[in-house]
């Protein structure tokens, strides 16, 4: 799974895969069919185990707002580990052309759909009581997979832990400014494109 999330599946060789494992070319072929094979089963490890932090905060009963803040300065201080700098294996899959593949791309779909329907119920939960239509939720719950998206492309960018923090920052700033107008009755802040 290092391999994938270190190197990105294109650039990671068979080579290198059998260095990782201490499994030899036939033996990765037999247990996986090939190196897709292997790709979907790191994949779907990294999402069940190491992903699942990252989103824990915004899954457990009775989240609002405070999780989310939580759930994303987890990801900025993951981001200074050894593991955290080459960001999340599911998102830099995103942007791959593995992640078109019928094998890859129903498995990232589940992660996004899964990351949304835990911001969603976080920001139901921080909403509750204010009658707040779903389609503005839903936009809310949108922007939040940008953003928590976009901290994992920047963990793994040359940039300075700054940059990361400043994003964050401000996008949970903006959330709460959009979070405190809808509950005071004005819907959501307007911004002309």
């Given at each position: 799974?290092?391999?994938?999330?270190?190197?990105?599946?294109?650039?990671?060789?068979?080579?290198?895969?059998?260095?990782?494992?201490?499994?030899?070319?036939k033996g990765l072929y037999n247990t996986f069919g090939d190196k897709e094979g292997l790709?979907?089963?790191?994949?779907?490890?990294?999402?069940?185990?190491?992903?699942?932090?990252?989103?824990?905060?915004?899954?457990?009963?009775?989240?609002?707002?405070?999780?989310?803040?939580?759930?994303?300065?987890?990801?900025?201080?993951?981001?200074?580990?050894?593991?955290?700098?080459?960001?999340?294996?599911?998102?830099?899959?995103?942007?791959?052309?593995?992640?078109?593949?019928?094998?890859?791309?129903?498995?990232?779909?589940?992660?996004?759909?899964?990351?949304?329907?835990?911001?969603?119920?976080?920001?139901?939960?921080?909403?509750?009581?204010?009658?707040?239509?779903?389609?503005?939720?839903?936009?809310?719950?949108?922007?939040?997979?940008?953003?928590?998206?976009?901290?994992?492309?920047?963990?793994?960018?040359?940039?300075?832990?700054?940059?990361?923090?400043?994003?964050?920052?401000?996008?949970?700033?903006?959330?709460?400014?959009?979070?405190?107008?809808?509950?005071?009755?004005?819907?959501?802040?307007?911004?002309?494109?």
């Open positions: 799974m290092f391999s994938f999330l270190e190197r990105g599946y294109e650039a990671t060789s068979l080579s290198a895969l059998e260095k990782a494992t201490g499994v030899d070319r790709f979907v089963v790191a994949l779907q490890r990294f999402i069940e185990t190491g992903s699942a932090r990252h989103i824990l905060f915004t899954e457990s009963e009775g989240a609002a707002f405070p999780e989310i803040v939580s759930a994303f300065e987890f990801i900025v201080a993951h981001s200074q580990t050894e593991m955290g700098q080459y960001g999340c294996l599911a998102c830099n899959s995103l942007r791959e052309p593995i992640g078109e593949s019928p094998n890859v791309q129903p498995i990232l779909q589940g992660y996004l759909t899964r990351v949304q329907s835990a911001f969603h119920s976080a920001l139901t939960n921080e909403l509750d009581g204010f009658a707040i239509p779903t389609p503005l939720i839903d936009k809310l719950a949108h922007s939040l997979v940008g953003t928590f998206v976009g901290a994992f492309v920047l963990a793994r960018a040359p940039v300075s832990v700054a940059v990361l923090v400043d994003f964050v920052e401000l996008a949970l700033g903006q959330l709460n400014v959009q979070l405190q107008a809808l509950k005071s009755g004005n819907g959501l802040a307007s911004v002309d494109l």
